[in-house]
């Protein structure tokens, strides 16, 4: 069964740092391009980060040199560090595990976990 399991989401203040973790089933992990998403409240779900099996990095330019995208193959786990958080941060933000790199497409997703930039 594939199962992606988020977590780390919460509340920061603007200018902070969090840590976003996904749990990946073992089938999945080895095989497939892992994606972060995030979903601001009436906005389109976008694209933010994607890394390869082999640690290929893309990332939106909205969050380029700010967020690094990471993963564990040991842990089967991928990450997103964010740092200096800006309100247009704010969303719910999913794991994804796909195909593609530049033309990123996801199969699976998680259910999401709620980051909310605010003083």
């Known amino acids: 069964q594939v199962q992606l399991v988020e977590s780390g989401g919460g509340l920061v203040q603007p200018g902070g740092s969090l840590r976003l973790s996904c749990a990946a089933s073992?089938?999945?992990?080895?095989?497939?391009?892992m994606g972060w998403y995030r979903q601001a409240p009436g906005k389109q779900r976008e694209l933010v980060a994607v890394?390869?099996?082999?640690?290929?990095?893309n990332y939106a330019d909205s969050v380029k040199g700010r967020f690094t995208i990471s993963r564990d193959n040991a842990k089967n786990t991928v990450y997103l560090q964010m740092n200096s958080l800006k309100p247009e941060d704010m969303g719910v933000y999913y794991c994804?595990?796909?195909?593609?790199?530049?033309?990123?497409?996801?199969?699976?997703w998680g259910r999401g976990t709620q980051v909310t930039v605010s003083s």
């Open positions: 890394i390869t099996i082999g640690g290929s990095t």
């Open positions: 994804s595990a796909g195909w593609g790199y530049s033309d990123y497409t996801p199969d699976y």
């Open positions: 073992e089938s999945i992990f080895n095989i497939y391009v």
